[in-house]
């Protein structure tokens, strides 16, 4: 008797779990009433009944509570590391001329400055320059394309780079994936910890591209630049203007020309840069910008023509602050890529399975309606993060990431009533047969 009016007890308590979510107060103190008086008939002590009662109520506050949880620690993997002025990770190497960046770093102008005469100038009816830097790798990268140097106009809008991709050599214009991207390069010239003098000519419609002094690259220069288009703008070195793209490695030097240098003043300077024989450089009249790195202290980097000085800021810097990005042009097809997209519909999940079952026990509704309340607190939630990682320089806002963690709420929603819904059923089935 006793083990069969304990089944009986744990059956009304399954039921009264679902029942639970009443609408309004004289629907709750109907389901005291038939619980008192169900204990009643079975012979089952009063304080059984207020322990069950006391069950209930715990188990929604449980429910809020996790939901509590899910939420934080949303927003705590979302914005960490919650450093609103990270370090800029640049520092002057000790006892050589030269800067070292070693984690996400950035230099740049220090006020708008235009290298180059504009794109379509009228008194530039060439488009011949000279690109000239000396650089050595510390890592070779194949999740993002790090840019050892660039160049961004007045809207920090970038319109030419040196990048490296693993060991490759990247010349690069537009946006990567987009249709007008274009690039051009040389493999297995970046190696780790090699020092090298990279030298970009252009002259007429030939690209020229010298590692160490030596030729290994001529292209048409249609590849990357239209007619009487060069490089123009501020300069960025080891990042892009949106910051999401950083170098690591040494840099020694970096200079700029207004005339397309012959093949064997390319190789001199090589030497040059070898036995930091500034003067020769200094002579060219065709010089634009000259950066020696030889300040071993301080913020600012001259620029030996006096036009044109850099700033290596203490705290780290975005040019460029893109808000909420848009799929399009932030897609990569790549394993990292994809990894955030799952990382993404995974880490919604379960605040879409809890925060349902929070709405189910806590008032009667359409799956349907709890469906678009899910996803509205999901998407808020989400929205949220991305806006407050404008305001982060380490973090980058995209709108593909709201996009996946409202399609996680959704399997997270989709699951809860997929594998519950069926058994609430039957629970309240079985009240109502007890009620009677």
């Known amino acids: 008797m006793v083990s069969n009016n304990f089944m009986n007890v744990l059956k009304f308590t399954t039921c009264y779990q679902m029942r639970f979510n009443y609408h309004n107060e004289n629907e709750r103190i109907d389901s005291v009433r038939q619980l008192t008086l169900y204990c009643q008939l079975y012979n089952i002590p009063e304080y059984i009944n207020v322990r069950i009662l ?3 109520n715990s188990k929604y506050i449980f429910l809020a509570a996790i939901c509590f949880v899910i939420s934080a620690v949303i927003l705590l ?29 950035i230099i740049y102008n220090e006020k708008e400055v235009t290298i180059f005469p ?20 510390d890592k070779e990268s194949f999740s993002y394309l790090p840019r050892i140097l660039s160049f961004c106009d007045s809207q920090k809008n970038e319109n030419f780079f040196i990048g490296q991709w ?6 690069g214009k537009g946006t990567h994936g987009s249709a007008t991207y274009r690039e051009i390069g040389i493999k297995d010239v970046l190696k780790k910890g090699e020092k090298r003098s990279v030298a970009m000519t252009i ?21 990357l630049f239209s007619s009487n288009e060069k490089p123009s703008g ?46 020769i450089l200094l002579s060219e009249e065709s010089l634009v910008a000259l950066y020696l790195f030889n300040e071993r202290s301080g913020e600012k980097i001259h620029d030996f023509t006096n036009k044109h000085h850099l700033l290596l800021p203490s705290r780290f810097q975005v040019l460029q602050k893109r808000i909420l990005l848009p799929p399009w042009k932030d897609f990569r097809f790549d394993r990292t890529y994809l990894m ?97």
């Open 234 to 279: 501020n300069i960025v070195l080891a990042n892009s203007p949106t910051g999401d793209s950083y170098w690591t490695g040494n840099l020694f030097g970096l200079a700029i020309y207004n005339q397309e240098l012959s093949e064997g003043k390319i190789s001199q300077h090589f030497q040059n840069w070898i036995d930091r024989k500034d003067f």
């Open 118 to 137: 504009s794109l379509h100038s009228s008194d530039t009816p060439t488009k011949s320059f000279t690109i000239e830097i000396c650089i050595q790798p």
């Open 203 to 223: 002259g007429g419609d030939v690209i020229h591209i010298y590692i160490d002094g030596i030729l290994l690259n001529s292209s048409p220069s249609s590849l």
């Open 340 to 436: 955030d997209i799952i990382t993404n519909i995974l880490g919604f999940i379960p605040f879409g399975f809890f925060f349902s079952a929070y709405l189910w026990m806590g008032k009667k509704s359409t799956f349907y309606r709890f469906f678009l309340i899910s996803i509205l607190f999901g998407g808020f939630l989400s929205l949220m993060i991305e806006l407050l990682q404008v305001y982060l320089p380490t973090r980058s806002s995209q709108l593909m990431d709201v996009i996946t963690n409202i399609l996680g709420t959704a399997i997270g929603v989709a699951v809860f009533f997929k594998t519950c819904k069926s058994g609430v059923e039957s629970s309240k089935g079985l009240f109502q047969s007890f009620s009677r």
């Open 166 to 171: 693993k060991s490759h050599l990247i010349f």
């Open 54 to 56: 006391i069950l209930m």
């Open 77 to 105: 993997v979302g914005l960490w590391p919650f450093n609103f002025c990270p370090k800029n990770e640049v520092g002057w190497l000790r006892g050589h001329d030269g800067v070292r960046f070693y984690g996400r770093g």
